[in-house]
């Protein structure tokens, strides 16, 4: 019944988000692409940050390879849709190969060898003029019609993509590479013992964190239309995912969802009104998970905290009455 009550909730929310483009002004609009992409990377990342319990900080160089194979491809003529798929397989095969070589790694070495992957790709990237633009970026060809057009066609594709992402993680959460997955974030040694596969494991699980930000990363780089290395391989994109993923519980199904929701809300309202200290008020969120919020929002007993509530308001002394 829990479950069914996720489902129906992840489905208002998409088609919440989904109404915009019909009921919003164009910033509204824009906000709610920003909430889909970063669900979709989230939903991603927690294949094996949530599921298997590795560290990884890989997400932006994901990302950002998904930007620079599809404007390439675009740039030589592959049309827009075969340019993204490309792009998505290029990202996929990236990480399987990377994934044999890295996960060979565990615990702090493993999430300092991911997140070094990302200044490896955009050192390569600024490199690599002939090809890639280096430090100058490439223009991306343009998606045709209106900006209200332009901006509606990219939150579908967004939203695709979160939906696909969403109901790959229902499989994987069901299968038996879901069971295993979560064997080895309760000990590796042990699952391995007992006849899990932990090498194919983490490797499809790796592969599976960056397809969809591969996909994601080659549909923005056609909306924007231009990008260079430092944006595409963010180093505070990589951070920003997984802490996404521990605001809204990692390793739940929904959770991936609701905690990029919250955060790009939040990062909303923070740029509006607090510009100069919108990183420290971020950073500080971050603490306050690390410290008082371990499990995410998902995973707090709402019916407990309420019940508590309730009740201390029930043995709250009452003011006395005035005398007539």
């Excluded at 990008?227 to 929904?254: E, H, Y």
């Excluded at 707090?300 to 509530?309: A, G, H, P, S, V």
Aim: charged letters at 10%.
């Amino acid at each position: 019944m829990k479950q069914f009550l996720y489902f129906g909730a992840f489905a208002l929310w998409i088609v919440m988000i989904a109404a915009t483009p019909l009921l919003a002004d164009n910033y509204t609009i824009r906000v709610a692409i920003s909430i889909a992409m970063f669900s979709a990377m989230a939903v991603s990342w927690n294949f094996i940050g949530g599921f298997t319990g590795y560290p990884s900080f890989s997400t932006a160089a994901f990302f950002g390879l998904g930007c620079y194979a599809g404007a390439l491809a675009q740039r030589n003529g592959v049309p827009l849709v075969l340019a993204w798929v490309f792009a998505t397989l290029f990202v996929a095969v990236f990480a399987a190969m990377l994934g044999a070589i890295i996960l060979r790694l565990k615990g702090h070495y493993f999430a300092i060898g991911s997140i070094a992957i990302v200044d490896l790709a955009r050192l390569i990237t600024s490199s690599w003029g002939s090809l890639t633009g280096g430090g100058d970026g490439l223009n991306v060809p343009l998606l045709q019609g209106t900006p209200q057009e332009v901006s509606a066609l990219v939150l579908y594709v967004m939203l695709a993509i979160l939906i696909v992402a969403f109901l790959t993680s229902i499989y994987v959460d069901r299968s038996r590479l879901g069971f295993g997955l979560k064997c080895i974030s309760q000990n590796e040694d042990a699952a391995d013992m007992v006849g899990v596969n932990t090498t194919s494991f983490k490797i499809v699980a790796y592969t599976l964190s960056a397809v969809f930000c591969g996909a994601i990363g080659a549909v923005y780089a056609s909306w924007v239309g231009y990008i260079d290395p430092t944006d595409s391989f963010s180093i505070l994109l990589t951070l920003k995912v997984p802490v996404m993923v521990l605001l809204g519980g990692a390793g739940t199904l929904l959770g991936p969802v609701l905690g990029a929701g919250v955060f790009v809300l939040l990062e909303e309202v923070f740029w509006a009104n607090f510009l100069e200290w919108n990183r420290a008020i971020l950073g500080g969120i971050i603490v306050f998970l690390i410290f008082f919020l371990p499990n995410g929002l998902l995973k707090i007993q709402y019916r407990t905290l309420f019940r508590k509530l309730m009740n201390k308001l029930a043995e709250a002394p009452k003011p006395a009455e005035k005398s007539s």
